[in-house]
């Protein structure tokens, strides 16, 4: 599975950016839709820290106490892509953020729970 992010930017406080994460899978592997998915993040110098998580078919999700209520994590199994859609944008979400899937349908909440990464989009929110 090949993963790329796209979508990052810079906005303003209280402002809003959807994040999306195209998926390749190669034709003889399992369809994404099974896949469980997430999105991350990472200031420099600072270890990466989860963001939200959705599982494959059943399609639960989780997220960090710190986006709830703001972000919400979606995906369109038909295109392959999840999406980051982030409301209400704090400087505090500044970071790249980066989309990854693991072979196993549940969700994730660690790093070391995904198998597959992008490359990270920027986002950057200014005061």
């Known amino acids: 599975v090949q993963l790329q992010a796209s979508g990052g930017g810079t906005v303003q406080t209280g402002g809003s950016l959807r994040l999306s994460c195209s998926a390749s899978?190669?034709?003889?592997?399992?369809?994404?839709?099974?896949?469980?998915t997430g999105w991350f993040r990472q200031v420099l110098g600072k270890e990466r820290e989860f963001v939200a998580t959705m599982s494959g078919i059943s399609v639960t999700t989780y997220y960090a106490d710190s986006v709830k209520g703001r972000f919400t994590i979606s995906r369109d199994n038909a295109k392959n892509t999840v999406y980051l859609q982030m409301n209400d944008l704090k400087p505090e979400d500044t970071a790249i953020y980066y989309c990854?899937?693991?072979?196993?349908?549940?969700?994730?909440?660690?790093?070391?729970?995904?198998?597959?990464w992008g490359q990270g989009t920027l986002v950057t929110v200014s005061s």
């Open positions: 990854a899937a693991r072979t196993s349908s549940w969700y994730g909440t660690k790093s070391s729970h995904f198998d597959f």
């Open positions: 899978v190669h034709s003889s592997a399992r369809s994404f839709e099974n896949y469980g």
